[in-house]
């Protein structure tokens, strides 16, 4: 245990951690600045930011699962780390949906604790998410799909800070002929909400909101708000979404190719 235990700290980077922590089959939390990721076995089964709407937001809002049938299986399963499993034995959530929300949310804040990939802070062994099991993902997985989202989000518009401020739109921009999803995300751009905000209130992947973001920002629409600390941010709203996106079909893939191994 004490190699395990000990292992991460010789590496400066979250990603190197991680994969020290890989190699050794470790189990439990490795906290970054701006997030935390679990382990079981050396493997991910689930990663937290402050900078995603969490798994129960996103099941929520999008009207996937009702806010009772949520905190009911909270309240039953987090102390066993099984509200994953009171969702699906419940019958309120299929399994295959779980599994492909719990992916998606899982790669979101990923993306955000790989992001500037800064030192990692601390490993706590043996922790374990309350969710529980739902897929586990390897760590090279996960470290080249942040990459790849990074490498992607930076050809669209080179500037990591839409990512995380508060956002406003360009005064007297032409904003005729958008998109639909690139509309309906200029809509909740406000000057107080950011990337996650915003993502929340459409039950969106987070994501899916950055490149939507980073595609008004090169086409001048929006661009970062003007501190303004005094401001409380809106509670969001909830919003209908189309759960069969454009990444789904990444998920059900990577789903696949994880079963097969």
């Known amino acids: 245990m004490t190699r395990v235990t000990t292992a991460w700290t010789r590496h400066g980077t979250t990603s ?9 089959g470790a189990t439990g939390a490795l906290s970054g600045e701006r997030g935390i990721v679990y382990l079981a076995a050396g493997r991910v089964v689930h990663v937290e930011s402050a ?45 295959g949906a779980l599994e492909l929300c719990h992916l998606g949310a899982l790669f979101d804040a990923a993306y955000f604790v790989l992001a500037q990939d800064t030192r990692a802070q601390r490993f706590r062994p043996g922790a374990a998410h309350w969710l529980g ?3 586990s993902v390897p760590v090279d997985v996960v470290v080249r ?19 995380t401020v508060p956002l406003t739109r360009v005064p007297d921009a032409d904003t005729a002929d958008l998109p639909v999803r690139r509309s309906r995300t200029l809509t909740q751009v406000d000057g ?14 987070t994501y899916h909101t950055l490149v939507e973001l980073r595609r008004l920002a090169a086409d001048g629409l929006v661009t970062a708000a003007p501190p303004a600390p005094t401001r409380p941010a809106p509670a969001p709203e909830p919003y209908d979404v189309v759960w069969d996106d454009p990444d789904t079909a990444l998920l059900r893939r990577l789903r696949d190719a994880l079963e097969a191994l």
């Open 145 to 163: 799909e942040s990459g790849r989202r990074r490498a992607l989000l930076d050809r669209i518009w080179p500037d990591p800070e839409i990512d």
């Open 51 to 95: 900078f995603t709407p969490d798994l129960g937001a996103l099941l929520t809002r999008s009207g996937a699962v009702a806010p009772d049938g949520w905190w009911d299986a909270v309240d039953r399963g987090g102390t066993q780390h099984r509200v994953g499993h009171r969702l699906v034995d419940s019958g309120r959530l299929a399994a």
């Open 192 to 205: 107080v909400r950011t990337a996650a905000q915003i993502a929340s209130a459409l039950a969106c992947r």
């Open 133 to 135: 099991a739902v897929r």
């Open 16 to 24: 190197a951690a991680l994969g020290a922590l890989a190699a050794e």
